[in-house]
């Protein structure tokens, strides 16, 4: 896991530059430039942020996007479009309304509240723990773009068929 | 099952083909793909469309028929080594995920097994499942699910959908109590299936909700048919929370009164009474003519089993004026057996088997199983109560015979008349009667059922019986044709539901 957030929300400059480092090792060994790889810069900034730090996927995030706009570059657009289908894809496993709560408690508070959940939604990595310093917690970003974590959006459709 | 996202990720059939063939062409090594399709049929259109474009890639297609605990000795069992293949469809896995859904044996191994199928398989593997079968791997096999390289999701064929359902829910409701064992099993598999794909529709219009309220209908009679109470009554509840968001009056009055029959089943008759005049209440307000008709016959049942004959009368002789004014037979058939019963209640034995040759001569003319063996059942009882148990044992056999092969809750009730008669006439002359319907090794099956039917608590012998049926039936035969001679006696009081 990498720390690409701090605690309060911003950016870690040193996991983020980390994980676009990944993607561009990729890109070279595929001796494809950066530039030609995404439409603007912080499209990548943007699948490395999603990512949540974790590697498999932020992988699985750019491999879905490549499969989905067929052609380089990969647009803001298509990137959302993996996002959202990760998105979906963890919501199968969360099938107890008990998990959004636990999930809203360490979204606020960073910490694990002690519950039942503790150690299932880390194991099906719907939360992710930093280490480096102090441990701390945080909402699987994928998972933060859930309806259920966003109470006060209006829903505005179903799950994707 | 399907929650909200913030917006809908646009996808059409040619789409999601386009990036499966990339997602093979680009890959040659493992990688786990999920492919979500929920209908077999559009399935079947979706797999040759997939595969004509991968024409030039050699492709392993593993269909599980039967329910597996292992997919990768699956796969290993047709790997050629010599000419590898370059992609691996695996279909039907979701026959695997049981009852226990989850924590089905095979996604156990599946999270178990997915180091040996990465190497195993180094190819890329694509498994076809329905939406329910996508959350039960996601939680059940938590660290396979999260090797994957991708989901991709086929939209629900809503056309193909609307057909499929009106086919499903065409027969009426009085044929499927007439259905054998397996066509009840293979019908309760599809509506089912067809009830989770409803689940799964985006933006469910009124009708398509209507149509999944009249699905979970369907199924909650099956499973009545079947003796299975718990799962009709999920149903049951189901269809009714279904019809009462629509405001359906019509298929509000229909679940109450189903309601009322399974009450009844299970020997609540206050709670099946305070059912039946919500439903009639409900369907004399709309003049629901057939809906009323069932109605006072289940009024009718009530007040036969609580001793009010004269009310019972007056019930079943409302429902035959309306059953006649509509040209309900299978109504009319039944009709006729009860009006049989209360006749033989009071004592009126040649007016009694009247009518029960009445309601068999329609219910064979209209080639409805369980009204025929209900009027077996009912002449065989007569005869037995009667004092002429060697005139019974024909009639309740045949009844029995038809029962096991609809696996009616009713053997139960055939079991405890020929045992009666198998008391009465002593065990030679009994297999003797026996003898003379059925081959040797046949009546011999027939006192074993006997056997274990006295030997057991009542509930466990019908468990024992429901286990063995399949055999036991197959073992039978269809002697459903044997001659037998006149005669009557006292009829068990359940009926066929509402149809």
Not at chain 1, 70 to 78: K, S
Not at chain 1, 102 to 124: A, C, F, K, M, W
Not at chain 2, 437 to 462: P, Y
């Amino acid at each position: 896991m990498v720390k690409i957030i701090q605690s309060n929300g911003t950016d870690d400059p040193a996991g983020m530059y980390a994980m676009r480092a990944i993607v561009q090792r990729r890109l070279a060994a595929a001796q494809v430039p950066e530039d030609p790889a995404f439409d603007i810069g912080n499209t990548l900034d943007y699948v490395c942020r999603m990512s949540g730090g974790h590697v498999r996927n932020l992988l699985i995030l750019i491999r879905t996007a490549c499969t989905a706009a067929g052609a380089l570059p990969l647009t803001r657009r298509v990137a959302e479009q993996a996002v959202r289908g990760m998105s979906n894809d963890f919501e199968r496993a969360l099938n107890r309304p008990g998990f959004f709560e636990v999930l809203r408690q360490i979204e606020r508070s960073h910490t694990l509240p002690g519950s039942d959940y503790d150690q299932l939604l880390l194991y099906n990595l719907s939360v992710l723990e930093y280490l480096n310093g102090t441990a701390w917690y945080a909402v699987n970003p994928a998972v933060r773009e859930l309806e259920k974590l966003q109470p006060t959006r209006r829903a505005r459709g179903r799950r994707s068929q | 099952m399907p929650g909200k996202m913030l917006q809908q990720p646009h996808t059409d059939i040619n789409g999601v083909l386009d990036q499966l063939e990339r997602v093979v062409r680009w890959s040659e090594e493992f990688q786990l793909v999920f492919v979500k399709c929920h209908h077999p049929v559009q399935q079947e259109a979706l797999r040759r469309a997939f595969l004509a474009r991968l024409h030039d890639k050699r492709v392993l297609e593993v269909v599980l028929e039967q329910p597996i605990v292992s997919l990768l000795d699956e796969i290993t069992a047709l790997w050629d080594s010599a000419a590898p293949p370059q992609a691996v469809c695996v279909y039907h896995l979701e026959k695997s995920i049981n009852e226990q859904r989850e924590a089905s044996p095979v996604l156990g191994r599946l999270n178990h097994d997915r180091d040996l199928l990465r190497r195993a398989v180094p190819a890329t593997l694509l498994l076809w499942l329905p939406d329910f079968a996508l959350d039960c791997v996601a939680r059940g096999a938590p660290d396979f699910w999260a090797w994957r390289s991708g989901v991709y999701e086929f939209p629900t064929d809503r056309g193909l959908w609307h057909v499929e359902s009106a086919f499903a829910l065409a027969p009426e409701a009085s044929a499927l109590f007439s259905l054998p064992l397996e066509d009840k099993q293979k019908d309760i598999a599809r509506l089912e299936q067809l009830l989770r794909t409803a689940r799964a529709l985006p933006r469910q219009s009124k009708r398509e909700r209507e149509t999944a309220a009249h699905l979970a209908a369907q199924l909650a009679l099956l499973y009545y048919s079947l003796g299975q109470w718990d799962k009709a009554q999920e149903y049951l509840e189901g269809s009714l929370r279904l019809f009462r968001q629509l405001r359906d009056q019509k298929g509000i009055a229909s679940a109450y009164h189903n309601l009322g029959l399974l009450a009844e089943a299970r020997g609540a008759d206050d709670e099946a009474l305070m059912w039946y005049r919500k439903a009639l209440a409900l369907r004399e307000k709309l003049d629901d003519r057939a809906g009323m008709a069932t109605s006072y016959h289940q009024l009718g049942i009530i007040a036969q089993e609580r001793g009010a004959y004269e009310e019972a009368l007056e019930w079943y002789r409302r429902s035959l004026a309306i059953e006649k004014e509509l040209g309900d037979r299978v109504g009319i058939a039944r009709s006729y057996r009860h009006l049989g019963k209360i006749a033989y209640l009071r004592g009126a034995y040649e007016e009694a088997l009247e009518w029960f040759y009445r309601s068999l001569a329609l219910a064979e003319e209209l080639g409805h199983r369980s009204g025929i063996a209900a009027s077996y059942s009912q002449i065989g009882v007569l005869y037995t109560t009667r004092g002429t148990p060697e005139a019974a044992v024909a009639w309740n056999l045949r009844g029995l015979l038809i029962d096991l092969e609809l696996h009616s809750p009713e053997i139960r009730i055939d079991l405890h008349w020929l045992a009666q008669q198998r008391q009465q006439l002593g065990e030679t002359r009994f297999f003797g009667l026996l003898r003379e319907q059925l081959s040797e090794k046949d009546a011999q099956t027939i006192l074993r059922l006997l056997d274990d039917f006295a030997s057991s608590a009542q509930d466990d012998a019908v468990e024992t019986i429901a286990e063995t049926q399949g055999v036991q039936a197959a073992e039978l035969g269809d002697h459903t044709n044997a001659t037998s001679s006149e005669p009557l006696s006292a009829p068990p009081a359940v009926l066929p539901p509402e149809v």
